[in-house]
C-alpha cells in the first residue's frame, strides 16, 4: 500500500531501538535488513539505536539508504552536564533524526512540555530533524481530553518556535495506552488525532510528516497507512525483528 500518487509527504519508518541491544545483535539484525532493503526507496528508513551504538550502527548501515537517528538530546549546547549528549555530537555521529518527548522520557525521566520544547529547538539549532512525540494516557482518552491535552503538548513547542519550523521536523502520535501493549488505536481513534495535529500545524500542515507508534505490526500497519492523515510509523518492538521490520517498510513503500 502506499499513498505516493495522493500526496507530497514521502512515508517514513523509524525503529525505535529503546534499551535493547548489542554489537553482535545489531549487526546480525542490520545484515538482514539490508538484505531485503537494497538501493533506493520511496519510503524513508531510520534506526535510532541506543547512544552507545551510534557510530557501530553508522558503520553498519553505510551504503545503504538507511538513515541514523538518536532516541533522546539534551536541551543544552554544552558543558557541565554528566551523563547528557547534545545534538552537536548527534550530528557529529552521522545522526539525522532525534526522537524528542517520547512518553516514556516524559514519564520515567518526568520531562515537561518545557523541557521537551527546548530539545526540539537544541535539535534543530544541529540541523536535526526531531522528531516530536505527543500522545495521551488511558485515563486522559477516557476522559475525553486526548485531544486536548496533545493541542497543549504542540502548543508549548509553538509557543517558543512557531509553526514554519515543523516544515524540518516530524510529529509522532505514540498514544501511551497503545505502547508494547499491543493495543493500537483504531483507524478511527488515529484519523482523529492524526487529522486534528495536521489542523494545529497551520500553514506547512501539507508538508509534515505525522507518523503513528503503538503497538505496530507487520499485520496493522497497512491499515494505518491507508489513512491519509499517517505519513508512516514509529517503532518499538517490531523493529527489533528483521522480518516483521522489513514487512512494515515495505507496507510503507
Ligand atoms: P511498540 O511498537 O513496542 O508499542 O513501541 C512504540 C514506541 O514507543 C516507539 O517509540
Redesign the pocket.
Known amino acids: 500500500m502506499n499513498k505516493a500518487s495522493n500526496t507530497k509527504r514521502r512515508q517514513l519508518v523509524?525503529g525505535?531501538w529503546?534499551m535493547n541491544g548489542n554489537r553482535c545483535v545489531n549487526a546480525e539484525l542490520l545484515a538482514k535488513v539490508m538484505t531485503s532493503w537494497q538501493g533506493e526507496h520511496r519510503a524513508e528508513v531510520v534506526v535510532c539505536p541506543p547512544y552507545p551504538y551510534l557510530q557501530h550502527t553508522h558503520e553498519l548501515i553505510a551504503g545503504s539508504s538507511i538513515l541514523l537517528g538518536a532516541q533522546n538530546v539534551s536541551e543544552a549546547n554544552d558543558g557541565a552536564y554528566t551523563g547528557e549528549v547534545s545534538a552537536q555530537m548527534l550530528a557529529d555521529l552521522h545522526c539525522k533524526f532525534v526522537?524528542i518527548g517520547?512518553?516514556?522520557r516524559r514519564r520515567m525521566q518526568g520531562e515537561t512540555d518545557e523541557q521537551v520544547a527546548q530539545k526540539f529547538m537544541a535539535a534543530q539549532r544541529a540541523n536535526l530533524i526531531p522528531i516530536l512525540?505527543v500522545g495521551e494516557s488511558l485515563e486522559q482518552r477516557e476522559n475525553g481530553q486526548h485531544l486536548t491535552v496533545i493541542g497543549q503538548q504542540l502548543q508549548s513547542v509553538f509557543s517558543h518556535t512557531g509553526r514554519a519550523v515543523f516544515a524540518q521536523a516530524v510529529v509522532?502520535y505514540?498514544p501511551v495506552w497503545?505502547?508494547?501493549?499491543?493495543k493500537t488505536a483504531t483507524p478511527q481513534q488515529a484519523h482523529e488525532v492524526h487529522h486534528f495535529i495536521r489542523e494545529q500545524l497551520g500553514e506547512v500542515a501539507e508538508v509534515v510528516r505525522i507518523l503513528y507508534?503503538?503497538?505496530?505490526?507487520a499485520h496493522n500497519a497497512e491499515q494505518l497507512f491507508a489513512l491519509t492523515d499517517i505519513d508512516g510509523a514509529?517503532?518499538?518492538?517490531?523493529?527489533l525483528d528483521a522480518e516483521e521490520f522489513l514487512k512494515i517498510c515495505k507496507a510503507a513503500d
Not at 507508534?213 to 505490526?217: E, F, P, Q
Open positions: 523509524v525505535n529503546k526522537i517520547h512518553n516514556e512525540c509522532a505514540e497503545a505502547v508494547g501493549t499491543g507508534g503503538g503497538s505496530v505490526k514509529l517503532l518499538g518492538g517490531a523493529s
